[in-house]
């Protein structure tokens, strides 16, 4: 049994923020993520899923410890690198990487499109055979990009080449683990297919993992082995791809996937919907007891009071879910 | 049916002058869309599907834009042709006879008034009557779209809603004056999918109070098979597909919808297949290549003879019943071209 | 509100107290000593520790300070006995150059200041953004050119440049100031036609170097908002044109404009030294820059950088309120 790239315990990040000027301070603490648990393998890609304020970003942010988590231990190849200072971490960071959403701003203008993927080399320390031009317009060329365009700036390119500048990046030096946070949904549709297609090629060339954040559920289904479902920082549901799609558990889990529209007129408007009531409530103020108790149809008085834990439901130990009153 | 639908565009253009050459956003853009019917126009960046909707609407600055052909509202007093009408007579019909919701809520509305007062500006536009009864029927607008508590929160700020309220709202001040078209474009793009639901069903429902026409602009192709009695492909600022919804999602007759329909990832589509994507990406609308805009990256090109792809611009034809596309292939080749790609 | 009212007001007291600390100790660490400048040519060491005492200098800086806090409130006595006399509350001290009380001075000075600095806010006011509306709307056109030639110019030239060219080639020139009557100071309630001749050069020199910026400034605002959502969705609604500018755009864009405003505003109640200088008027500025270079006056040095300070501060708050009131984001419960 391989064992995992990375595996994290009961992951918290708190945000203190407070109010009010020079007198008087209001405190308040926005639980962006409070506890989740993950195990990621070679070659394989997790799909983290849900909605604003749902703690997705966050997490995978604190995961590569671009945030410092409040709680929780994250273990790197067997190694606990909770507690690493940033110097301590930079070796690592080549094994560790990360796609940006907004291929528009995560690229920074006054750089060439050379520099910002040679910069990992320079960072690190690496100069790879063959030198740092080469490499680069070799990865430029596995990115489906043009290597004559290595000198050209990212406004002269478009969304979807950005967007690859920025996955060439990211594999630059091979890393073992990729978060993704939502590397396709500022993309036209006829890219996000072509972006989606490389992603998943070059996970089968390096054997990466992949933890991939998104909020289009049908995205997630296409690339993810599991699935974890989150909603104001906790986890509801989690399960094998394939176990969450055809038999979700969760309440949240069943309104979220009954509310993607499906690419089907006829299927697609014969479907049961559940049309969650009310708003998302305010990370700052979430609800007591079980997040999700002020829109799920079934809540009861324990849902106001109880937070639910996270458990095994059925036989199948990969699937969890937080909540008292399961669908079946 | 004698009743002429209440919108019909024939032969719209718009196109931007620029330094850098003339930006030709829409070309040649003809429909209808009637009372109570849904008309969902889908397309990428680029694809005109805003602009021509704007032109609709009269919101383009005519100092710096081209139109040319027409937009004519059906108006119970008789037609009008909003590219050719007065400035004045297009505007008393924003608002009162069409009206346009946009994508973001969150900067939609204005900071700094309270949403009572927005909507009661809204109202005394078209209506005489004091602020009370303005007042009045903004909190009836406001329940019937769904705001709980309406009575108090219409002196609240946009800032102190969410975005799906902000949405509610934009809906609320866009019908407050009965307008028999309603455009909306992309309104549920920068919201969460389970307020997507929502308001795409209030949508719905307030189609059918108000029996309007409701054009619907968006890239989501399932947001389109949900709401769509017909759909309008677009691509380089042309129409490139028109038909009913279930022609066009079970029976696409272009290669560009055929690529996107199976390009996209599929709820309920379990066995990883290898998604068939487009290759290449949308044109410059600069100078627009000869022939056919979609020729750079449509799979078929070599089956049409005499490389009429390359020298002649394709024009809209009739496949089957109620069904157009701008391809130079047969219905017959269309056919054997949905089979091709990823097993339709 | 009331709340933040309340944290606003004790931010605003504790920043006028740590100012007039500030200058205090400023002064006590100098090594020039006050006392010894207080008499002309004949003075032996006796007189000057006489007007040590009686100036109150020759208890330590936080004694001084505290007597300085108490004149605010009750008045201040200075020496003792025969020689004695008091300066009327609010006192700010006792000027021996000038042998009078401070309050006096600047009681006499505020007004030429005040007259100064509300005509030039006006004036520069209704020039600037209007001017800068009228640029944001037709933009790139000739009056949009025309106003970011008057921008440059306004910017470029400074108070002494411009001043005195208009005293020269316009007051004098044209035989519109009298030069020996130039900047008498007459009460608008007394001689309205006199106090208009004797500012309004002034005002036009001020309000030149602010206009142009407000220009610039009112313009990139009206076409930043111009282009926001919410005047879309205006449009889209059916509002016409002049109700968009008037009730959306320029209630968004004006909004960081009146802020900047008062505070420029507060900023010439101080004093408009250099204006003040070229047209000879018996402001808070003439008064402050001889007190410093000329006299070393320190009661008077700390009378008007207290002064100036508190209109900053105060400007401060009243702005913030406003703009609250403006903006209902800002708003804090």
Known sequence: MTQPILKIEGLKKHFAITAGGAFSKSKATVKAVDGIDLEIYPGQTIGLVGESGCGKTTAGRTILKLYEPTEGTITFEGRDITKLSPKEMKPLRSQMQM??????????????????????????GITPVGGVEAEVQRLMKRVGLNPEHINRYPHEFSGGQRQRIGVARAIALKPKLIVADEPVSALDVSIQAQVVNLLEDLQDEFNMAYIFVAHDLSVVQHISDRVIVMYLGKVMEEADKVDLFTHPRHPYTKA???????????????????????????????????????????????????????????KDASHRIACHYPED | MTHKPFLEVKNLNVAFPTGDGLVQASNDISFTVARGETLAVVGESGSGKSVTSLAVMGLHDRKRT???????????????????????????????????????????????????????????????????DGKKRAIEMLDLVGIPDAGKRIEEYPHQFSGGMRQRVMIAMALINNPSLLIADEPTTALDVTVQSQILQLIREMQKEFNMALILITHDLGVVAEVADRVNVMYAGKIVESGGAEDIYYRPDHPYSIGLLNSIPKIGELESKRLVAIPGQPPSL??????????????????????????????????????????????????????????? | ????????????????TLVSMSVFVIFAVLPMDPAALTCGKACSPVVIEGNRHRLGLDVPVQVQYGRFVEGLFVGR??????AAFTCPAPAFGYSFNRHECVTQLVGEAFPVTLSLAIGSFILWMSFGVGLGILAARKRNHWQDRLATAFVLIGTSLPTFISGILILIFVALKFGLVNPIEMGRWV???????????????????????????YTRFTRSNVIET???????????????????????????????????????????????????GIFNLPGLGRLSIRAVLRDYDLPTILATTILAASFVVIANLLVDIAYAYLDPRVRVA
């Not at chain 1, 995560?106 to 050379?114: E, F």
């Not at chain 1, 014969?270 to 999700?292: H, M, T, W, Y």
């Not at chain 3, 509100?1 to 006028?16: E, G, Q, W």
């Not at chain 3, 007394?190 to 309000?207: Q, R, S």
């Open chain 1, 99 to 124: 796609i940006f959403q907004d291929p528009f701003a995560s690229l920074n203008p006054r750089h060439t499109v050379g520099t910002v993927i040679g910069a990992a080399f320079e960072i690190q």
């Open chain 2, 286 to 344: 600069i100078n627009l290549p000869q022939g056919c805009s979609f020729r750079a990256r449509c799979a078929f090109v070599d089956r049409v003879s005499n490389n009429l792809c390359a020298t002649t611009a394709p024009t809209l034809d009739q496949k089957s019943t109620d069904h157009f596309s701008r391809c130079h292939l047969s219905e017959a080749e269309l056919v054997k071209a949905r089979t091709e790609i990823g097993g339709k």
């Open chain 2, 66 to 132: 081209e139109i040319s052909g027409q937009a004519i509202l059906n108006l119970e007093t008789g037609p009008i042709d909003v590219i050719s009408a007065d400035d004045e007579v297009v505007r008393k019909l924003r608002g009162k006879a069409m009206s346009m919701i946009f994508q973001d809520p969150m900067s939609a509305l204005h900071p700094y008034y309270s949403i009572g007062n927005q909507l009661i500006e809204a109202w005394s536009l078209y209506n005489e009557g004091s602020k009370q």
């Open chain 3, 77 to 82: 006595q200075y020496g003792d006995g025969a």
């Open chain 3, 1 to 16: 509100m009331l709340k933040y009212l309340v944290r606003r007001i004790s931010a605003t007291l504790l920043v006028l």
């Open chain 1, 256 to 314: 979220l996937l009954s509310a993607v529209p499906v690419a089907d007129p006829i299927k697609g408007r014969k479907r049961e919907r559940i049309i969650l009531q009310g708003d998302l409530p305010s990370p700052v103020n979430p609800p007591a007891g079980c997040v999700f108790n002020t829109r799920c149809w079934k809540a009861q008085d324990k849902c106001r009071t109880e937070v639910p834990q996270l458990l095994q439901i059925g």
């Open chain 3, 226 to 276: 111009s282009s926001e959502d919410y005047i879309r969705t205006a449009r889209a609604k059916g509002l016409s044109e002049r109700d968009i500018l008037r009730k959306h755009t320029l209630r968004a864009a004006l909004a960081p404009i009146i802020t900047l405003a008062g505070l420029d505003f507060a900023g010439l109640l101080g004093g408009a030294i250099i204006t003040e």
């Open chain 3, 187 to 213: 009460s608008p309630y007394e001689d309205p036609v006199g106090w208009f001749k004797t500012f309004i050069f002034p005002w036009i020199t001020l309000a030149l170097l602010y206009a142009a910026t």
